[in-house]
């Protein structure tokens, strides 16, 4: 079997506990295609062929996936970034390979139709409408108060604006290409991440953001953690099988986002992908599966199942993910951390490298995750850690 694998996020994110590459399977030949900067960090030996270029270049990629496919003749084609998952849905459907084609994922990459097939599934949903220009957004305004305004594609908080007034009109683009306004929902947000096969969820897991995802605009750190309350937990299972019953769900990965409100979840997104930051660690952790490596199972027609070298870890889970401003970056002030609250502590900048914010959540420079015992302690390490570590950048000279 010949399978492509695109990622940008580091392949060591779908490894084994024990170190070996997922694919460490007779007559299987895997190709990884990422982001020019990140082969050096791969371990060759665990792949065909390594080829990297800038992967977000859609007409590159397929250029890419075309010759391979015409060289080589790919069995499957694996994707892990959202925003390159319905070109590549286009590439297996017009080549006839297996895996999520175009009308299946369509639904996942477009939030207007994302919401009409919610809403057709019995999901409650804010109200919301497509958009192009400001004008179409001030109705909306009008109506509800406070508003989102977000890119129909978008992906990791990016584009996103947050209406208020009138006046915010004017902070909006002119020409809206292709966006979405809906009612601003009050409250906390909860994600669920789970691994779904044949229908049915083999695990799933449920977070709280601990704080907006939009802090990242303002270079504020963010953070999740998991979910002890045990009604939450049920109403985030029901909302998860309304979800794979509405979107004909049968092997996938799942990244589901809801507010949580009085009188009960409002469905906000849905992903086929795995969540971004820690996500997949943090699940590998509490549950000895691997979101990444299980797509990978899912394209070679391969059952899923836990890491055999899995190692039970804490009852409770979370992160926090820093951001960096533009500058030098001097390193991270962190020392004061006590070690057994943190289970991995991640840098994506040497000191002395030239650092720019990439504008979306997962675009951290720096990331903890960080056990205990339940939410509750779990929550207060984050607290803690947010206020008390800094990142060190120079800024540049004007």
Not at 88 to 110: K, N, Y
Not at 289 to 294: R, T, V
Request: hydrophobic residues 40%.
């Amino acid at each position: 079997m010949r399978i492509a694998i695109i990622d940008r996020g580091g392949a060591d994110r779908f490894a084994r506990a024990n170190g070996d590459a997922w694919l460490h399977r007779s007559g299987t030949d895997a190709v990884l295609l990422t982001d020019l900067d990140k082969v050096s960090k791969c371990r060759l030996s665990d792949w065909s062929a390594v080829l990297g270029f800038p992967i977000n270049s859609e007409p590159t990629l397929i250029g890419v996936l075309t010759a391979l496919h015409a060289g080589l003749g790919l069995d499957a084609v694996v994707v892990f970034p959202e925003n390159l998952q319905l070109p590549v849905a286009q590439f297996r459907t017009e080549h006839g390979l297996p895996g999520p084609h175009t009308s299946w994922v369509a639904p996942f990459r477009d939030k207007d139709l994302m919401k009409q097939v919610a809403r057709a599934g019995g999901l409650r949903c804010a109200p919301h409408a497509p958009v192009d220009a400001p004008a179409d957004v001030a109705p909306f305004l009008a109506r509800y108060g406070k508003v989102v305004v977000k890119p129909r594609d978008g992906a990791g908080s990016v584009g996103v604006h947050v209406l208020t007034s009138p006046a915010d009109l004017d902070l909006l683009p002119p020409q809206l290409r292709y966006h979405q306004v809906e009612q601003f929902v009050e409250g906390e947000m909860l994600h669920v991440d789970c691994l779904v096969r044949d229908g049915s969820v083999l695990h799933r897991t449920v977070f709280r953001y601990v704080n907006s995802q939009l802090e990242h605009t303002t270079g504020q750190p963010t953070a999740t953690a998991t979910i002890d309350d045990l009604a939450l937990q049920r109403a985030a299972d029901a909302l998860t099988s309304q979800v794979l019953e509405a979107f004909s769900v049968r092997d996938s990965v799942l990244h589901l986002e809801a507010f949580i409100s009085p009188d009960g979840l409002v469905f906000n997104e849905v992903a086929c992908r795995v969540g971004g930051g820690t996500i997949n660690e943090m699940v590998y952790r509490l549950s000895g599966y691997n979101l990444m490596g299980s797509m990978i199972d899912m394209a070679v027609g391969e059952p899923s199942k836990p890491d055999p070298d899995w190692q039970p870890g804490p009852p409770a889970i979370g992160d926090v993910m820093f951001y960096a401003r533009p500058g030098v970056f001097e390193g991270m002030d962190d020392a004061m951390v006590p070690p057994e609250w943190v289970l991995s502590r991640q840098v994506f900048a040497d000191v002395g490298d030239s650092v720019q914010p990439l504008g979306r959540v997962g675009g951290s420079i720096a990331q903890y995750v960080v056990a205990g015992s339940d939410e509750e302690e779990v929550r207060a390490r984050i607290d803690w850690i947010r206020e008390k570590v800094t990142v060190r950048v120079e800024q540049p000279c004007r």
